[in-house]
């Protein structure tokens, strides 16, 4: 630990008394500091142990002293030294009593005992810490390399943990807590995602301090990675601020990590390119060879049912995406294949695990993001779009990929952020129909019989309409428009003659039944 007043008081070779303070001679010395100046506060940096002989103070005036004392402390020195037998045979009462009240140490130092032996004490004192602080910090940055080594970054965490005497969390990328040491500092980790969201918005390298959850503790958080997006973050919990060994330990598992997390990195762009191969000879059908490349990389995933996911928007937004289903499958334990083509990713996860959850959340968290007015006016234009097929397997995954294209198609003519392909086949095709392509489709279909009726010579469009709800039926159709099954008989003829199409195809009285719903679906 760096010098502090008792120690020089307790150093044998130098004689000193003290006079005032004893109380507070705990405080840690930052310097020793000569100045004969009637006020060396500009020269002051705080933490000085100040040493005077009073050449040019009146050192037996109360209300001098009083202010020259009260500016000391003011300016932060820690001690004021005074030399006896120079200029005063004694510390003059004015001096003590004012020292006294401002809480400030004071020290006799005898004739004997020159400055320079002070300066002295205290430089090799503070070399001395530093000395200590380092060798600590190398053999910190040792034993964390060691359980990096063997342990991983949980062995990282244990050693950091106890070389700072507290707490230590690593997050994922998505800001979710990964490992903590030790274990009882889950929970206080956890509450601190809010802080390390934060963090993460912020080009790498970046590190905060805060307040931990209660103020239980002081938080330091710093980001992790090489790029300009953070790959994960570390928080360390302590009592107090850090030391020199604390920090060159608290450095050495930033390093130590970022290697990890960018090796992790490589490894995961690896992971990708043998996915995109197995995802390619899915889509081709053939699931055996797929199998057989994949090995053992993505565990049972290929040998139980899982959802094809297709999305669409480029950029941040995949980005996004991407994180949300990696660090949920992560930290469940279940495979996941994810496959990024170029503005578009493909991700073949399992179903009902924790990577379609995280897919659906991540949606909906846009969704609600847009419905805010404040923030779905900067972000309406900048959505991503996502289709979720249904349920599949190896042999179905070409299937697969097309109901996630459908799904997500649909989404986009929606203008919503997710759609499952099972809510379409649990649907209605009506709502389709709002399509503009189907009512500019409809709209000249039957406008010749629009504009018929606009002439006041026949109601064409709701006898037809009245004919197809019957299902051709002369008689049920006549009834509901209450006229005569041979008036009804002769509208539908003229209706033929002016489409140029015959009822008696099923494709064309298909075509005028939707036509009518787009145009007038209620």
């Known amino acids: 630990m760096p010098p502090t007043l008792a120690s020089l008081v307790h ?4 004689k000193l008394t003290v006079r005032a303070g004893e109380d507070r001679l705990d405080v840690p010395v930052r310097w020793a500091h000569v100045s004969e100046l009637a006020d060396p506060v500009p020269y002051m940096e705080g933490g000085e142990l100040l040493l005077i002989t009073a050449l040019k103070l009146d050192a037996e005036d109360p209300e001098a002293m009083r202010k020259y004392v009260k500016r000391l402390v003011g300016a932060g020195v820690v001690g004021l030294g005074f030399a006896v037998g120079v200029n005063y045979d004694e510390i003059p009462k004015a001096l003590v009593d004012a020292a006294e009240r401002e809480g400030l140490p004071l020290i006799e130092v005898p004739r004997r005992t020159p400055f320079l032996a002070i300066s002295k004490a205290v430089s090799a004192a503070i070399a001395a810490d530093q000395y200590r602080a380092v060798t600590a910090g190398f053999a910190a940055q040792r034993e964390l390399t060691r359980q990096a080594l063997n342990a991983g970054p949980e062995g990282v965490l244990s050693a950091l943990a106890a070389q700072v005497d507290g707490w230590a ?9 990964v490992a903590t040491a030790p274990e009882w500092a889950g929970r206080r980790a956890a509450r601190l995602t809010a802080e390390v969201e934060r963090l993460r918005e912020r080009p790498a390298p970046a590190s905060s301090v805060v307040g931990g959850p209660d103020n239980e503790d002081r938080v330091e958080l710093h980001s992790l990675g090489t790029g300009r997006r953070p790959r994960a973050a570390l928080a360390v919990g302590t009592a107090s601020a850090l030391g020199t060994a604390e920090r060159y330990a608290v450095h050495s598992a930033i390093a130590l990590l970022t290697l990890t997390t960018e090796r992790s990195r490589s490894l995961h762009a690896a992971e990708q390119r043998v996915g995109a191969a197995v995802l390619r000879m899915l889509l081709a059908g053939q699931p055996d060879h ?14 139980a049912p899982f959802r094809m996911i297709v999305a669409d928007g480029g950029g941040e937004l995949l980005a996004g995406l991407t994180e949300a289903v990696e660090s949920a499958a992560a930290r469940s334990g279940e495979a996941v294949l994810v496959v990024p083509e170029g503005e578009r990713l493909v991700v073949l996860a399992a179903d009902g695990g924790a990577a379609v959850a995280a897919c659906v959340e991540y949606a909906a968290a846009r969704e609600a993001a847009r419905a805010v007015p404040e923030q779905g006016a900067a972000e309406d234009g900048d959505q991503p779009v996502i289709g979720l097929s249904a349920p599949s397997g190896p042999i179905g995954a ?6 996630a294209e459908q799904a997500l198609s649909v989404a986009r003519r929606r203008g919503r952020i997710l759609v499952e392909h099972e809510q379409l086949a649990a649907g209605s095709v009506l709502p389709l129909l709002a399509d503009d392509a189907v009512k500019a489709f409809a709209d000249g279909l039957l406008r ?20 197809l709800s019957r299902h051709g039926q002369w008689d049920a159709a006549a009834a509901d428009l209450g006229v005569h099954r041979h008036t009804l008989r002769y509208r539908m003829r003229r209706v033929e003659e002016i489409l140029g199409r015959s009822l008696d195809d099923p494709d064309v ?14």
């Not at 150093?11 to 130098?14: M, W």
């Not at 797929?290 to 040998?303: K, Q, S, T």
């Not at 019989?449 to 037809?464: F, K, M, N, W």
């Not at 009285?509 to 209620?522: V, Y």
């Open 11 to 14: 150093h044998s070779a130098l």
């Open 509 to 522: 009285r298909m075509e005028l039944w939707l036509a009518l719903k787009a145009t007038s679906p209620d």
């Open 448 to 467: 010749a019989l629009y504009e018929h009726d606009a002439t006041g010579r026949g109601d064409l469009v709701a006898s037809l309409r009245a004919w």
């Open 169 to 177: 969390a690593l997050y994922d990328a998505s800001g979710a807590v």
């Open 398 to 403: 070409a299937a697969a990929y097309k109901q």
């Open 290 to 303: 797929a199998r057989g490349v994949a090995g053992d990389l993505y565990g049972g995933l290929l040998d």
